[in-house]
């Protein structure tokens, strides 16, 4: 692609993100997206954050669990500190130009485009002919997401590298089709691998939302006895903690729980491994216990606290997706001038 068709310079610095409303928010939302989420809103950025709905539902959602779950995943962005004064923050169903935009995507991304998506491989699976078209199409929207506020960054974990790729491909093919400069060619900002939270279980599994077993993972509604109990229960292994990251070679579950440390305490894991090294788990882990305590329970807390007012959180959401369509209106109605649409 020729520099000319990088017209990055000329878009205002955007943040957009989304996350899905298919379950819980657990550690791995906080430390690996809402954490970076809410110090991005504190820059030189417009920030932009998103409860992709549309994206839930292409694996069924019971109706009543996605709303539950919508307003405390708007709760949970609130009280970990998002503020709906300083960063939009809404729905995506509310926004119409997300799905419109979405399927002019879909008439310029390649079915080949879509086939080569890993995540369509791993969660289709063997009996793809019967998962559903969204699911397919799922990285169309997401674009759309993306480029319907013409954002510039977009942070993500590791395993949504691939979708911001295919949402550079479709900019730049939309760009090139139609000679012009209209979409941005998106930066992704990509949390490494080293800082993803794992399994309590299991290190070399993600924490997950849908593990069958709770014991697993720290859910942001989890009270202050059931963290320190889950941090507990951890599965370690026999040695004492290394004072150097080396040291956690082959480690997964130490690595983990140092990593998760660290995340908690704004400190990196050299700095971690220099104070606690040397420590037995049975040290280690009422330590991290305090810590998760300290940082979280509030979060709980307060997440509790909203819950409790569910037409105030729909408020909120009402104004953010408000603020979010005068951004995404006028670029929709351009998209539709530029592809010749009578308007
Ligand atoms: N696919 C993302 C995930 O599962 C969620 C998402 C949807 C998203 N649209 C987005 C993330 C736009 C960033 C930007 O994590």
Redesign the pocket.
């Known amino acids: 692609m020729s520099d000319a068709l990088q017209p990055n310079a000329a878009f205002k610095k955007r943040v ?5 409303p298919s379950g819980g928010l657990t550690l791995g939302n906080y430390l690996g997206a809402i954490k970076r989420f809410v110090q991005m809103q504190e820059e030189d950025y417009e920030t932009i954050y998103c409860m ?1 709905d549309l ?1 839930a539902i292409t694996v069924w959602q019971d109706p009543a669990a996605l709303r539950r779950q919508t307003r405390e995943l708007a709760a949970g962005f609130i009280a970990s500190g998002i503020d709906p004064a300083k960063s939009i923050l809404f729905n995506q169903s509310q926004v119409a130009e997300h799905a419109q935009l979405g399927w002019i995507f879909n008439c310029v991304a390649r079915m080949g485009w879509m086939q080569r998506m890993t995540q369509w491989k791993d969660k289709a699976g063997k009996n793809s002919q019967n998962a559903s078209l969204g699911l397919f199409a799922y990285p169309s929207l ?1 674009a759309a ?2 480029l319907t506020y013409h954002a510039t960054h ?1 942070p ?2 590791e395993d ?1 590298k691939q ?1 911001l790729e295919l949402t550079r491909d479709i900019a730049i093919k939309f760009n090139n089709d139609y000679g012009v400069e209209f979409f941005p060619v998106t930066e992704p900002v990509i949390e490494g691998a080293g800082t993803r939270v794992m399994s309590l279980r299991d290190g070399s599994k993600k924490m997950s939302k849908s593990d069958p077993s709770d014991a697993s993972r720290i859910n942001m509604t989890d009270d202050a006895d059931t963290l320190a109990k889950k941090i507990r229960k951890a599965k370690t292994d026999p040695d004492a903690l290394p004072s150097e990251i080396d040291g956690l070679e082959g480690r997964p579950e130490a690595r983990n729980l140092v990593n998760i440390y660290a995340g908690l305490a704004d400190m990196s894991v050299d700095a971690v491994l220099r104070d606690v090294g040397g420590k037995a788990f049975s040290e280690f882990k009422p330590l991290l216990a305090d810590l998760a305590v300290a940082k979280l329970a509030p979060i709980s807390g307060e997440m509790a606290r909203l819950m409790q007012n569910e037409a105030e959180i729909d408020a909120l959401l009402h104004t953010g997706a408000e603020a979010a369509r005068a951004i995404a209106a006028p670029i929709l109605e351009k998209t539709y001038e530029i592809i010749g649409m009578v308007r």
């Open positions: 957009f993100s989304g996350i899905q992709v994206h997401m997401d993306i977009v993500v974990g949504q979708h």
